[in-house]
């Protein structure tokens, strides 16, 4: 059973506009949410993250989303750059028990290319 | 300072077979998780580490897989009588707290293993 599901294996968009990568989770418990972007033979790199407590949160071209009551969320990026070409995990957490690893919970992922 | 690093960056193996992946954190960072990421599939919670308390074993697959870190460091997964669903990239992660939701987690290449 999935718990994080990334619907959208690929998304392509030209150069300049922008991308919107999405996420939707079924796990009520999941407090905590983030962006992961992979580029090929490396591990995932962090990239933005948002809190139950919060609806959007931004930095510089990246803007998350975060819709609660239809368990949802988005990731913005704004202008796209053909660097940006990459996977975008989105991961979600829950509180655990004291002192226990808040194990990330991964979708399967979106390739997005930017065109040029 | 140096990322993660995990080791062998590929490993091809024949069925039956054990293999030993290893992780290298950084340095300070007491967290420690394992995550593996099937083909077409998200990563996949694993096992963690923290400090000297017993690891978190809830995501391992089978009695095939084991995980040891040694002196709160250097930690190494191994597979035992490899099956070609074993076949994945295996990727380690490192946080410098743990139970906090804004602790980031940075990962490592990643090693791609191959089961023929």
């Known amino acids: 059973d999935q718990q994080v599901k990334q619907n959208s294996p690929s998304l392509s968009v030209q150069e300049g506009r922008i991308s919107i990568l999405n996420c939707d989770y079924t796990?009520?418990?999941?407090?905590?949410f983030l962006w992961y972007k992979k580029y090929p033979a490396e591990g995932p790199t962090f990239l933005i993250s948002?809190?139950?407590?919060?609806d959007k949160n931004e930095d510089g071209r990246f803007t998350v989303f975060l819709n609660k009551s239809a368990k949802h969320l988005s990731l913005h990026i704004v202008p796209s750059q053909p660097g940006d070409s990459a996977v975008y995990f989105c991961?979600?957490?829950?509180?655990?028990?004291?002192?226990?690893?808040?194990?990330?919970?991964f979708g399967s992922g979106t390739q997005l290319t930017v065109l040029p | 300072g140096a990322g993660v690093s995990q080791s062998p960056s590929n490993k091809v193996t024949e069925k039956g077979k054990d293999v030993e992946l290893r992780c290298d954190p950084i340095?300070?960072?007491?967290?420690l998780y394992w995550y593996r990421q099937s083909l077409g599939q998200g990563l996949e919670f694993l096992i963690y580490?923290?400090?000297?308390?017993?690891?978190?074993k809830s995501g391992l697959p089978s009695d095939r897989f084991s995980a040891e870190r040694t002196g709160g460091s250097v930690s190494t997964l191994t597979i035992q009588r490899t099956q070609q669903e074993d076949s994945a990239v295996y990727l380690c992660?490192?946080?410098?707290?743990?139970?906090?939701?804004?602790?980031?987690?940075?990962f490592g290449p990643g090693t791609r293993l191959t089961v023929l």
């Open positions: 991961a979600a957490s829950e509180r655990g028990r004291f002192g226990s690893a808040r194990q990330l919970t």
């Open positions: 992660a490192s946080s410098a707290r743990t139970g906090t939701a804004t602790d980031t987690q940075y």
């Open positions: 796990n009520s418990m999941f407090d905590y």
């Open positions: 340095s300070g960072h007491t967290a």
């Open positions: 580490f923290q400090g000297n308390s017993a690891p978190d």
């Open positions: 948002i809190s139950s407590i919060k």
